[in-house]
């Protein structure tokens, strides 16, 4: 299975400044995708990172706020911009291929104080 | 309707002993697959064992096994000679054929030296 290596593992962030996550995969992917888990809660899903072209963002997620790039296939970052206690959660990035399984990174524990 | 349900918000049980973590789903399509995930307290999503709906035996991943009852729609997560390291929380989710991806809500599971 594909090595995915998510950075960075935790940040404390002040409100009103932005966070990027990188998700650097070692081998290329079809899919890649973007989840936020609150605390105590399941995963939602952000946006579907697509390579080359904008991400295809899920209802109530913008990109204003979450900007996500995929410049080739094995790499893509999110952004949580100006930030607020409310961001503060669990960022996961995921990695699906035409076979059946898929796979997380190792998530980016986000506190905004 | 909820397309995974795990009805176990925690379940406790002792070193060396079998668990059971229940998982129903809710589609209508054919060709869909299973999945269960493990979350330690770290925050990282680890696969752990796939079912998809066209195999007829039942997923086994060492000490993972995964009762599958495509009539009940149900898709139970066994874990035998149960470890300390497997405290964590326990997600089940489904794709269908769409890669629409589903998570439940999450077991979060004790086990007791």
């Known amino acids: 299975s594909a090595v995915i290596s998510q950075k960075p593992s935790r940040d404390i962030c002040q409100r009103g400044t932005s966070l990027t996550i990188q998700c650097q995969v070692d081998?290329?992917?079809?899919?890649m995708f973007w989840y936020r888990q609150q605390p105590g809660q399941s995963l939602t899903l952000i946006a579907t990172?697509?390579?080359?072209?904008?991400?295809?963002?899920e209802s109530g997620f913008v990109i204003d706020k979450f900007p996500i790039s995929r410049p080739n296939l094995t790499f893509s970052t999110l952004t949580v911009s100006n930030m607020s206690p409310e961001d503060s959660s669990i960022y996961l990035c995921?990695?699906?291929?035409?076979?059946?399984?898929?796979?997380f990174g190792q998530g980016t524990r986000l506190t905004v104080v | 309707a909820q397309k995974i349900t795990q009805t176990q918000p925690g379940m406790f049980v002792q070193e060396k002993e079998a668990v059971t973590l229940d998982c129903t789903y809710d589609?209508?399509?054919?060709?869909?697959?299973l999945f269960w995930y493990k979350q330690p307290s770290s925050g990282e999503m680890i696969f752990l064992i796939y079912?998809?709906?066209?195999?007829?035996q039942n997923a086994t991943e060492g000490r993972y096994s995964l009762n599958f009852q495509k009539a009940r729609k149900s898709a139970n997560l066994v874990i035998s000679a149960s470890q300390l390291g497997d405290s964590a929380m326990y997600f089940c989710?489904?794709?269908?054929?769409?890669?629409?991806?589903?998570f439940g809500t999450g077991t979060s599971l004790t086990v007791i030296p």
């Open positions: 081998s290329q992917v079809t899919m």
């Open positions: 995921s990695i699906r291929d035409f076979g059946t399984e898929a796979f």
């Open positions: 589609t209508s399509d054919q060709s869909y697959g």
């Open positions: 989710a489904m794709r269908e054929r769409a890669n629409q991806f589903y």
């Open positions: 079912q998809g709906s066209y195999d007829e």
């Open positions: 990172a697509n390579q080359g072209s904008e991400a295809t963002y």
